[in-house]
């Protein structure tokens, strides 16, 4: 379960999550993810990178 809001700048990331991981896993580039989604912030991006699903 991904935070619904940045734990630094509480900037809404939730309703983004599904759609970075379905273009991740189609090969996209992160980078590239993140800049069509406009999330230009380090904190919100490093929310998507490092988030780890523990939840089945």
């Given at each position: 379960?991904?935070?619904?809001r940045?734990?630094?700048?509480?900037?809404?990331?939730s309703?983004h999550?599904?759609?970075?991981?379905s273009?991740?896993?189609?090969g996209?580039?992160?980078?590239?993810i993140?800049?069509?989604?406009?999330?230009?912030r380090?904190?919100c991006?490093r929310?998507?990178i490092?988030?780890?699903?523990?939840?089945?």
């Amino acid at each position: 379960m991904i935070p619904i809001r940045c734990m630094s700048c509480g900037k809404p990331i939730s309703a983004h999550f599904d759609e970075f991981e379905s273009r991740k896993a189609d090969g996209e580039d992160p980078k590239d993810i993140f800049e069509d989604m406009n999330i230009k912030r380090y904190c919100c991006r490093r929310m998507f990178i490092t988030h780890v699903e523990v939840w089945e």
